[in-house]
């Protein structure tokens, strides 16, 4: 049975007072008898403050992005390790804004999938295809190659450590969800994707679905069988909105 994951991916928004405020709401709502894990990704320089800021809470925390190395002279990077260290569970990896503004191939993807996993991390393998791919009939095509990048390096057994997130590009911050139908149906053809390599790890790895989630739409998208819960972007910035979410997961 897999847990459903509601995770709030925060991007580069916020300072100090509005990130505590968000905090505060979203702690103050939570239910202890909620059955979903919650989990937030602060910018990586709150990432400390919002660990304080949980206290004995239930709220994992993530990173929204790792470097691939593991210490040294690399400016402005941010190891796995050093994430571990200040408390964090989860990173995410391969975000398409990553992959398009910043270049990341499917390769480094992978790499820092590994680099997260050894740190004792669990990456969140973002994946999904641009509208022109969805149009080309390429969707398929392209999320696989993505999850195959980790599977050539890892094995499907380091893949299944981690959480795969489809977020098509085109439903990323536009107000244009997928329809429950059009995730499932991806969602489906990923998990049957990875049951070509092993059937329980097609089983128990969470696929979580994202791209303009919020609490009016989570119902239908979570109702799908292959739809393991949501990472939301535009919509976890709100307490309200996001323990609305998290509220549907139940
Ligand atoms: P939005 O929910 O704002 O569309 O963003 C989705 C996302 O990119 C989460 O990682």
């Known amino acids: 049975m897999r847990r459903t994951l509601i995770a709030g991916n925060w991007k580069m928004h916020g300072q ?6 968000l905090m505060s709401g979203i702690s103050e709502q939570l239910q202890s008898d909620w059955r979903c894990e919650v989990l937030v990704c602060p910018p990586a320089v709150y990432i400390s403050t919002v660990k304080q ?3 004995d809470k239930t709220v994992s925390l993530g990173a929204q992005n790792v470097s691939e190395q593991v210490q040294g002279a690399f400016t402005g990077e941010v ?6 260290d200040i408390g ?8 398409s804004e990553r992959r398009s503004l910043y270049g990341e191939s499917d390769e480094l993807v992978a790499d820092k999938f590994a680099a997260a996993l050894k740190a004792g991390l669990k990456p ?21 190659q993505q999850i195959d990048a ?5 094995g499907i057994d380091g893949l299944a450590k981690g959480v795969i997130a489809y977020e098509p590009v085109w439903a990323i911050g536009t107000g244009v969800t997928a329809s429950p139908e059009q ?10 994707h990875l049951k070509q390599s092993c059937t329980s790890a097609a089983q128990n790895t969470q696929i979580l679905y994202g791209g303009s989630m919020k609490a009016a739409n989570a119902e239908q998208l979570l109702a799908q069988p292959d739809i393991d819960g949501g990472l ?18 139940g």
Do not use: P
Request: hydrophobic letters at 45%.
């Open 16 to 21: 100090m007072n509005s990130i505590r405020e």
């Open 53 to 55: 800021l949980i206290g």
């Open 79 to 84: 190891s796995a390790d050093m994430l571990t």
């Open 88 to 95: 964090c569970q989860y990173v995410l990896v391969g975000h």
């Open 124 to 144: 969140v393998l973002c994946i999904g295809e641009t509208l022109e791919q969805r149009e080309n009939g390429t969707t398929m095509n392209v999320v696989k």
């Open 150 to 154: 980790v599977i050539n390096l890892l």
């Open 183 to 192: 995730a499932q149906e991806v969602h489906a053809a990923i998990r049957e």
């Open 232 to 249: 939301i972007g535009g919509a976890s910035l709100k307490a309200d909105e996001f323990i609305a979410i998290c509220k549907v997961a």
